[in-house]
């Protein structure tokens, strides 16, 4: 069976730090674009970062650029999302999500990505 776990969100103040991270099981996503997507309450799942299968092709959310940086760990089946300088309208469920397919395209819409974690709630007080 494969899973996508999340772990790493918890509250914090805005301008604090948090580190997310998704391990996968049941099968490797090495070769595969993964990315983060969250969200709010009442509010459509936006996309956050994407990464490519090596690390090297990143794509992020304007909102977010600057302050989030996705990286992978192929080794141990894992992606990250370290977010700094976080703001209040950060506050979300932020899920991971890898996409079956091997095309390299770093995907930005969730429709593209076939495999979700369950997520982790983000909670950024003023």
């Known amino acids: 069976q494969v899973q996508l776990v999340e772990s790493g969100g918890g509250l914090v103040q805005a301008g604090g730090s948090l580190r997310l991270s998704c391990t996968a099981s049941?099968?490797?996503?090495?070769?595969?674009?993964m990315g983060w997507f969250r969200q709010a309450p009442e509010r459509e799942r936006e996309f956050v970062a994407a990464?490519?299968?090596?690390?090297?092709?990143?794509r992020y959310a304007e909102s977010v650029k600057g302050r989030f940086t996705i990286s992978r760990d192929n080794a141990k089946n894992t992606l990250y999302l370290q977010m700094h300088s976080l703001k209040p309208e950060d506050t979300a469920i932020y899920y991971c999500?890898?996409?079956?397919?091997?095309?390299?395209?770093?995907?930005?819409?969730?429709?593209?990505?076939?495999?979700w974690g369950q997520g982790t709630q983000v909670t950024v007080s003023s």
């Open positions: 049941g099968r490797t996503f090495s070769r595969n674009d």
């Open positions: 999500a890898a996409d079956e397919h091997i095309s390299g395209l770093v995907r930005i819409a969730a429709a593209s990505y076939e495999y």
């Open positions: 990464i490519d299968w090596n690390g090297v092709v990143t």
